[in-house]
């Protein structure tokens, strides 16, 4: 799936006013293509799991290192904080940083297995690579887009604000090992026309699930039946003291492990409340506990309830509170009375890339338990060993 730039020369209508330095723009220009999907096995409406989703993604081009060849060694080192000038008094000096530096783009699709890639109107970009090969460049990027980053020398950073609904996504063209990708210099000698890209979740998010269960029925103790649950609603799933304002490192030259990690940005917590696929909160719509006749007998049916919270990833602990209402009569209401822990079996983190499913099982307003399994977008095992009871 090729993603091509279509644009003309932002400022260089006429490669000979480009020269400075002896550098200017070549005739190579920019391609790129994408993974088509996440790797998703688990479909949400609210999560992202195809490239052509995207409506708008966020595009670095940012000048790796030196490439050695004649002229690089005078040439200046990279620097981040250099933002590409495309006028043809100053493109010389300034190839050296962000060729391009949070360019605004839109996903096109042309056909069934392609996508096209463009440029948005009304940016100052250059469609093609440097001539001189001087350095070798790298593509970054993410969604959704933000109007404004951060760089450094040697960091470029992007700031977002969520409320569970929002699925982040970073990605990073294919590594190479020769000093030239990418770069004109590459693509003049390289079977590739195009700089590989591939895109990953950066969130965790959590699926909810209600399943019914027995209680003593009244009429006879020595009996379990589902009456008390199944006069019983969900109408409010909540999770508690989460991080809203994150940041991502969108590239570090110096720290490679921080490279695509998102994570807190301050101190401010607020909680995220299940929407359904309409982003509409289950409290407008209660979800009712079912059950269901399977060769005469009645057995507990699984509900799942809204459509996913999507939160900060890798932290060993989450909470969470509930509200169930009677469903002949929403205004009355039945609300969790302590926060409800969330956490693996071993106390290990919560990934990103994952679905976490919460099944809560109840019996009545008096009997609530909660398991939790975990789905991996790829395909991860589950952890049945989850096991929450409030009294």
């Not at 939160?311 to 002949?328: A, E, G, I, T």
């Not at 009997?367 to 989850?386: G, K």
Request: hydrophobic letters at 35%; glycine letters at 4%; aromatic letters at 12%.
């Amino acid at each position: 799936m090729i993603f091509v730039v279509s644009s003309v020369l932002v400022g260089c209508s006429d490669t000979d006013s480009c020269k400075v330095l002896s550098e200017r723009p070549s005739d190579t220009p920019i391609l790129l293509n994408s993974n088509l999907s996440f790797n998703a096995n688990v479909t949400t409406r609210a999560s992202i799991d195809t490239i052509l989703e995207l409506d708008r993604v966020g595009i670095f081009c940012a000048a790796r290192q030196k490439t050695n060849i004649n002229g690089s060694l005078e040439a200046p080192e990279p620097d981040w904080s250099v933002l590409l000038d495309t006028s043809s008094v100053r493109y010389g000096y300034t190839t050296n940083g962000l060729y391009w530096p949070n360019i605004a783009c839109e996903v096109l699709h042309d056909s069934s297995s392609a996508a096209r890639l463009k440029v948005e109107e009304g940016q100052a970009y250059i469609w093609y690579y440097p001539i001189t090969s001087w350095y070798g460049y790298d593509f970054y990027g993410y969604h959704p887009y933000q109007d404004s980053f951060r760089s450094t020398t040697d960091s470029i950073t992007v700031d977002f604000e969520i409320d569970g609904t929002q699925d982040i996504l970073w990605g990073r063209s294919e590594k190479k090992s020769e000093n030239f990708a990418y770069s004109a210099r590459y693509f003049r000698s390289s079977k590739d026309s195009v700089a590989h890209m591939r895109f990953k979740h950066c969130l965790t998010q959590f699926q909810f699930y209600i399943v019914s269960a027995k209680s003593p029925d009244k009429a006879d103790p020595n009996l379990t039946s589902f009456n008390d649950i199944k006069g019983m609603s969900v109408k409010e799933i909540r999770m508690l003291d989460l991080y809203k304002n994150l940041r991502m490192t969108v590239a570090n030259r110096v720290d490679e492990s921080m490279v695509g990690r998102v994570y807190p940005n301050g101190y401010e917590i607020a909680d995220f409340v299940l929407k359904d696929t309409f982003g509409i909160e289950v409290a407008q719509n209660p979800v009712p506990f079912k059950t269901q006749i399977v060769d005469d007998e009645e057995i507990a049916d699984t509900v799942r309830v809204g459509e996913c919270v999507m939160v900060c990833s890798n932290q060993p602990r989450y909470y969470m509170s509930m509200v169930l209402c009677d469903s002949n009569n929403p205004d009355l209401e039945y609300h969790s009375e302590k926060r409800m822990t969330i956490r693996l079996s071993d106390d290990s983190e919560f990934q990103p890339g994952h679905i976490y499913k919460i099944y809560i099982k109840a019996s009545g307003v008096t009997n609530i338990s909660l398991d939790a399994t975990l789905d991996n977008w790829i395909e991860a095992p589950d952890d049945d060993n989850l096991d929450f009871e409030i009294d």
